[in-house]
């Protein structure tokens, strides 16, 4: 059974939105991507929802926010790693051939949450939080891991940072950072070793929405035009312990894709665009060593350095990656995109990672 | 494709278990539910995990944690988060898995600690908007006691009718070895308990309860290859309604707060894809999520067993007994004896399941080919059923 993407939509990239409280965005977003997608809110049979209340800020804060998104007498699901790990959810729930047309929203207002508390709370009460673990750590252990497993140099990461933020200014979608020499990245402070300040993605806030519909539901509604084809998702999810050798594996990387691929029936050379999240730039040069790809696929949006809504990353990598199979990704499309991949990953030191693969529909293709 | 339930194991619950973790609770869970089913971690293709706010215990994404103990490692696994109907979303979630072919064997598992915050409550007084409805005061007691209060004028129920529910669950509850309170009690016991938002009382509400639960299921052949007795999973609905109570109150209103009408669009579409016309007569077992006395009356009204306001006198009446009922209505005693807000709905949907699949102890009920679940959250917000048969529907 086929899925199709019909319409996407993101928020446009804002450091700090001032503009809009979290649930005005999240319903601008979902009503403009049901607009992209020529349908209403009426026709949407199940809604699947990607957020975290610890950022959020609330407890079960798909209370407030399940309507704007777009879930109002509608089955609504929140899963709570990652924009993207709905994305896949929401199309186990087409192929069970008892929906048609779904909504997959995530969101994040970074600026409103004090981020680094809400990491230290996930760290568990007897090792991880008395010897202060947060992500910021968990990331720095995660850099020394990989640059001893694959010989990246801190140079590289700064490189690799730099080159990020050169892509995000040439995309209009992105915050419009200013494009930093690697030199300036490589001269900003450890913030846990080898990790420096400015080879991290700075958070944003953000929200994206993707309409996924039903071969039949297509059939039954001809006006309606798929962006691109959803041919395969795959996730998975590494120990909780942050020992050497599973920050070095990236095993659940490897496994994740591995799962997408072969769902897709695709090998990895066969992906024109490979859209990451890359919280710093140790998780890229890490990636295209594990899955042995040139840089020239890599994230052409700019990745986790063009927008980076905590949880929603994932889901505005997918947004990019069908934009680019659409010919629709404007001053970063990638001439010819026929496959695209959108990466995401979530936990401490990248402990979980989600793919999902996308294919053209044909025609529509610069 | 047939979906079902191939085994399931819920723990003892209680108000805390200092005995344990949150990570050792849920590896006693998938443990039990992997040796109830004579399989390995190495036949499960993926876990969906059941937890609801995390506020309660205090650890951000616990589910993270508890990877490793619960053989996650290497794994697809996802947490869902539906506030109270959690447990009952993660079945339809696991379901979905299962008949869309990514998976053919799902653990589902999760672990509750609401002990670890001393009042659980001021954690859902948050719930509310901020701007609105927090100052009013709502709470989860105040809100229900406000649907109770105008279900009682509509139809012309009492106090004592809701006592009924009780004094009944508390009964069932004492052939269940995993319920947290149970025991004899009367009406008058329970009018006499202390007022918390009147009418409801302390014994009208359920307790705050902790522990685990885990249950797996499986596709046509891996049914066959480990269950000779499966309960279907023949019928899937869940609707998610408006935030805001005061338009569920309305003349215009899609649905009646104080009449919980959430459920019958639910219903009606679940019973539908089930193959059930007539609930009263085709199903046997009712395991409703209950955390409130009133709440089962609404439910079997809004399901369709039976007409507005005609629950209580049917009760009256002994149809909602155990033992010579038309409708088994919570024979594990239910919400209102057990309620670990992560794993309620799952454990509705164990208790359920059980039943079809004759493995419910001293709370078994006699010749069950259809039981019900259902789960809520959110304060009535969001609700979910699933039904269980012992037949197929779906080949």
């Known amino acids: 059974m086929s899925i199709y993407v019909v319409g996407v939509a993101a928020h446009p990239a804002t450091v700090v939105e001032k503009r809009y409280r979290l649930e005005e965005m999240v319903f601008r977003v979902s009503r403009a991507a049901l607009e992209n997608a020529g349908v209403s809110r009426g026709q949407v049979d199940h809604v699947t929802l990607g957020a975290c209340d610890e950022l959020d800020g609330r407890p079960i804060s798909s209370m407030l926010m399940a309507a704007p998104a777009g879930g109002f007498m509608t089955d609504e699901m929140k899963v709570t790693d990652s924009g993207l790990m709905a994305l896949c959810l929401g199309m186990a729930r087409l192929m069970t051939g008892e929906f048609g047309l779904g909504l997959v929203s995530s969101w994040c207002k970074s600026s409103k949450t004090d981020i680094d508390p809400v990491m230290r709370l996930r760290g568990e009460p007897f090792l991880s939080r008395p010897i202060g673990i947060d992500g910021t750590v968990a990331d720095g252990l995660f850099s020394q891991a990989v640059g001893m497993e694959f010989g990246i140099e801190e140079e590289e990461a700064s490189r690799r940072a730099a080159a990020a933020l050169r892509r995000a200014a040439s995309n209009e979608r992105a915050l419009g950072h200013s494009a930093l020499e690697a030199a300036a990245i490589q001269a900003s402070p450890y913030v846990a070793t080898p990790l420096r300040d400015l080879q991290r993605a700075p958070a944003s806030d953000g929200a994206a929405t993707m309409v996924l519909a039903s071969e039949r539901f297509l ?28 920050l070095r594996s990236l095993a659940s990387f490897r496994d994740a894709w591995g799962r997408a691929l072969t769902m897709a ?25 594990a899955l042995g790809i040139d840089d020239d696929r890599i994230s052409p949006s700019g990745g986790t350095f063009a927008q980076n809504p905590l949880v929603c990353t994932g889901l505005i990598g997918a947004v990019e990656a069908v934009l680019q199979v659409s010919g629709q990704a404007g001053a970063v499309q990638r001439a010819g995109a026929r496959r695209a991949a959108a990466h995401s990953c979530h936990g401490f030191a990248q402990q979980g990672n989600v793919v999902a693969c996308f294919e053209s529909v044909g025609g529509q293709t610069a | 494709m047939s979906v079902g339930v191939i085994a399931s194991w819920q723990s003892a619950f ?9 990570i050792e609770q849920a590896q006693e869970a998938a443990v039990g539910a992997l040796k109830a089913a004579k399989m390995t971690p190495d036949d499960i293709d993926a876990i969906v995990f059941s937890l609801a706010p995390t506020f309660f215990m205090g650890v951000a994404d616990a589910d993270h944690w508890a990877v490793d103990a619960i053989f996650g490692a290497g794994k697809p696994i996802f947490r869902v988060h ?16 299962v008949e869309s072919g990514m998976a053919r064997t799902v653990l589902m598992v999760g672990a509750e600690r609401i002990a670890e915050t001393p009042d659980a409550q001021k954690v859902l007084n948050l719930i509310f908007d901020a701007f609105y409805e927090r100052d009013m005061p709502l709470s989860t007691n105040t809100s229900v006691a406000l649907a109770m209060s105008r279900y009682m004028q509509m139809h012309g129920v009492t106090e004592e009718d809701f006592a009924q529910t009780v004094v009944r669950h508390r009964r069932n509850a004492m052939k ?21 938002a009147l009418p409801l009382k302390l014994f009208d509400i359920c307790p705050r309860s902790s522990g685990s ?47 919980f009408r959430l459920p019958e669009y639910v219903s009606r579409r679940c019973f539908e894809m089930a193959g059930i016309s007539d609930p009263f007569k085709q199903i046997q077992v009712a395991e409703f999520y209950d955390p409130y006395s009133c709440q089962a009356y609404m439910q079997l009204e809004a399901d369709g067993f039976c007409a507005p306001g005609t629950a209580a006198r049917l009760d009256r009446e002994g149809a909602w007994d155990v033992d010579g009922g038309a409708v088994a209505v919570c024979p594990s005693g239910g919400t209102l004896c057990t309620n670990p807000i992560a794993v309620t709905g799952l454990v509705r949907a164990i208790d359920a399941a059980s039943q079809i699949m004759g493995t419910a102890g001293k709370m078994q009920v006699k010749n069950v080919r259809n039981a019900l679940a259902t789960a809520s959250g959110g304060i009535g917000q969001f609700h979910c059923m699933t039904v269980f048969g012992a037949e197929p529907v779906h080949n």
């Open chain 1, 219 to 246: 059939r039954n509604n001809p006006h309606v035009k798929p962006l691109a084809r959803l041919t395969g998702v795959g996730w998975s999810i590494d120990s909780y312990q942050m020992g050497a050798s599973r």
């Open chain 1, 265 to 289: 029936n695709i090998s990895l050379e066969m992906l024109d665009v490979i859209e990451l999240e890359s919280p710093t730039g140790w998780h890229e040069a890490a990636a295209v060593r």
């Open chain 2, 14 to 22: 209680r108000t805390s278990h200092p005995d344990k973790t949150f």
């Open chain 2, 82 to 97: 539906t506030g109270g109907a959690t447990g009952g979303s993660v079945v339809h979630a696991a379901y979905a898995l």
């Open chain 2, 176 to 196: 269940n070895p995993h319920a947290h309170l149970k025991g004899e009690i009367t009406i008058d016991d329970v009018m006499k308990s202390p007022a918390i």
């Open chain 2, 213 to 259: 639960a885990a249950m797996i299921i499986g596709d046509t052949a891996s049914l066959k290859r480990y269950q000779t007795r499966p309960a279907f999973i023949n019928g899937l609905s869940g609707l998610s309604d408006t935030y805001w109570i005061g338009d569920r109150i309305t003349p215009i209103s899609r649905t009646d707060w104080s009449s």
